[in-house]
Nanobody, 127 residues
Framework: QVQLVESGGGLVQAGGSLRLSCAASGRTFRRYAMGWFRQAPGKERELVAAISGSGVTTYYADSVKGRFTISRDNAKNTVYLQMNSLKPEDTAVYYC????????????????????WGQGTQVTVSS
């Protein structure tokens, strides 16, 4: 069983930046593909960014491409989401998730492939 704990959310003005962190338990973190999802009020949970276990491969939703950067530090069992040029439409609860079975060079895209989830952290962007 893997425990994931997000941090770094908060309130920021449009155009500002936040850095989210997700700390994972376990000794096999480097094997897991990781993803950041978000869910806004009244909307479905959506994949924002994903990274392969090795860190070589990344994916970004079109809505955040060029503004957000996902990264990981396997030595620290941590995945990050750097969010720049934030917009009010980025307001959501952000969740990190882990796929324990993904190839180290491949990201996980479908939500059902993710096995473990953090509790979420609120990001609010004011206009």
């Amino acid at each position: 069983q893997v425990q994931l704990v997000e941090s770094g959310g908060g309130l920021v003005q449009a155009g500002g930046s936040l850095r989210l962190s997700c700390a994972a338990s376990g000794r096999t973190f480097r094997r897991y593909a990781m993803g950041w999802f978000r869910q806004a009020p009244g909307k479905e949970r959506e994949l924002v960014a994903a990274i392969s276990g090795s860190g070589v491969t990344t994916y970004y939703a079109d809505s955040v491409k060029g503004r957000f950067t996902i990264s990981r530090d396997n030595a620290k069992n941590t995945v990050y989401l750097q969010m720049n040029s934030l917009k009010p439409e980025d307001t959501a609860v952000y969740y990190c998730a882990a796929d324990r079975t993904t190839d180290p060079l491949v990201v996980a895209r479908p939500i059902f492939e993710y096995d473990y989830w953090g509790q979420g952290t609120q990001v609010t962007v004011s206009s």
